[in-house]
């Protein structure tokens, strides 16, 4: 990625509004990315492996069409863009006139955009944000357009900014319900300590538990997580926010 692809930073970032209700905030973020050539962007949630969109969506304008429960149902955690999106530690951008960016083609988020009949154009720049709060929220911000012209410099000011206000939002009212397919509080503890490189004896001595009922809990976690061992189910929590190291 070169500076060549971001315009110049002139315009200040002035969103956040004491006592702003989620909606207008998010009309005002809208705004915000369409003065930066924005065509289609989606705000939300995170699904977690195995389960959809649903009720994680807060705004969408993606496409002509609006998203029903059935365009929803086809976009699951495991979708390669919201993937990318979840361990992303900075806004980033991503244009499809690069070869090493075809993966984003894969997305099914890129099938409703085709679908819905819009000019494969208006889809060529991306912005992924990640705002991740450890045990509060996690939500991916999607932005496309044919030419997204923002300075670095202006989109991690503003993806601060975003930060802040949801957080401040959703200390006041969750703006995000716990999302399908959590790990239980007892499954995130021994996965936190199977990540610290402790046994099944360890986490059963210092949790007063019997090593049957770690392997039970190990076991459950890896389901909800889709994963095939220990490994991948520690590194999938971690993706999706359900656990981090101490």
């Given at each position: 990625m ?6 110049p930073?002139?315009?200040p ?13 998010f009309e ?5 990315f369409?003065?930066?050539g ?12 195995g389960r ?5 969506v807060?705004?969408?304008n ?6 029903s429960?059935?365009h929803l149902?086809?976009?699951r955690?495991s979708d ?11 806004p980033t ?6 070869r090493e ?11 409703l ?7 494969p154009r208006s ?5 992924g944000i ?11 911000i999607?932005?496309a357009?044919a ?13 601060t ?5 949801l957080a401040?939002m ?5 703006i995000?319900?716990?999302r399908p ?6 499954e995130?503890?021994v996965?936190s300590l199977t990540a610290?490189g402790?046994?099944a004896g360890?986490?059963?001595?210092e949790?007063?538990i ?9 076991q459950?976690?890896?389901e909800?997580?889709q994963?095939?061992?220990?490994t ?5 929590a971690?993706?999706y926010?359900?656990?981090q190291?101490?």
């Amino acid at each position: 990625m070169t500076d060549s692809r971001w315009g110049p930073s002139e315009n200040p970032i002035s969103i956040g509004q004491q006592g702003r209700t989620p909606q207008a905030f998010f009309e005002s973020v809208v705004n915000r990315f369409r003065s930066f050539g924005a065509e289609h962007l989606l705000i939300t949630g995170l699904p977690l492996p195995g389960r959809d969109l649903g009720k994680l969506v807060l705004y969408q304008n993606w496409g002509d069409i609006v998203l029903s429960s059935a365009h929803l149902a086809q976009v699951r955690g495991s979708d390669v863009l919201l993937r990318r999106i979840a361990v992303l530690d900075k806004p980033t951008y991503w244009n499809l006139d690069d070869r090493e960016n075809s993966w984003i083609l894969e997305s099914s988020l890129i099938s409703l955009l085709q679908r819905s009949g819009v000019n494969p154009r208006s889809y060529r720049s991306f912005v992924g944000i990640h705002v991740h709060h450890f045990n509060v929220m996690q939500v991916a911000i999607c932005v496309a357009g044919a030419e997204l012209s923002v300075s670095k410099r202006e989109l991690s000011a503003l993806s601060t900014t975003i930060q802040h206000e949801l957080a401040e939002m959703h200390s006041v009212h969750p703006i995000l319900s716990s999302r399908p397919g959590e790990l239980s509080s007892r499954e995130k503890l021994v996965l936190s300590l199977t990540a610290e490189g402790k046994t099944a004896g360890d986490i059963a001595e210092e949790l007063q538990i019997s090593q049957r009922t770690v392997h039970a809990h190990l076991q459950n976690a890896s389901e909800k997580m889709q994963a095939s061992n220990k490994t991948q189910t520690v590194v999938e929590a971690m993706r999706y926010g359900q656990i981090q190291l101490r």
